[in-house]
């Protein structure tokens, strides 16, 4: 397993729970055959240029051991998620 690291942006009209199950189900995703080795919410910051209209965004930054076969199956459900704006998987060199 290598080690990778995930930054996403969730829409930032969504309720606390709602952010809580966006973040649980990407968890889950990784879990199915990754370790997480930290989850941080970093909370609501403003985007550097405005996306859709969209000028703030929740930012979420996973570091985790998985498989490319994880990896697969995570970029496929960011793509097609609608409360997921941007996202950003790369490979932990440290």
């Known amino acids: 397993m290598r080690k990778y690291e995930v930054m ?7 309720e606390q729970e709602a952010v809580q199950a966006v973040t649980e189900k990407f ?4 879990q199915n ?10 909370g609501k910051r403003r985007l ?7 000028r703030d965004g929740v930012y ?4 985790f051991n998985a498989t490319p076969e994880v990896i697969n199956e995570l970029e496929r ?7 997921v704006i ?3 998987i790369t490979k932990d060199v440290a």
């Open 60 to 63: 979420v930054l996973v570091n």
């Open 48 to 54: 550097a240029y405005e996306i859709n209209k969209i």
């Open 8 to 14: 996403y942006i969730i829409r930032p009209d969504l």
């Open 27 to 30: 968890q889950g995703i990784i």
């Open 86 to 88: 941007r996202y950003l």
């Open 33 to 42: 055959g990754g370790e997480i080795t930290k989850h941080d919410v970093v």
């Open 77 to 83: 459900l960011l793509k097609i998620s609608d409360e």
